[in-house]
């Protein structure tokens, strides 16, 4: 999956309601940073923050492990 890479105060600076839409920047433990799949560029709910996550890397990133249950 290709995906925007933020550190932790970035993904504080744009998580929050967009109308009725939620900007939530997943954790990964795995990976140490926050992501955001790309396709947010192309949602209208958050044209309000395009510009910010435009200017940050974006890189392929696989999915996110299975946790361990016992």
Known sequence: MNAI???AE??????GNYGRAILEPAYRADLDCYVLGVQVL???AF??????????PV???PP???????
Do not use: F, G, K, Y
């Open 10 to 15: 970035q993904a504080e600076s744009v998580r």
């Open 47 to 56: 044209a309000e923050v395009h510009d910010v996550l435009r200017e940050l």
């Open 59 to 61: 890189q392929d990133i």
């Open 64 to 70: 996110a492990p299975e946790p361990d249950i016992e």
């Open 5 to 7: 890479i933020l550190t």
């Open 42 to 44: 192309d949602m209208p």
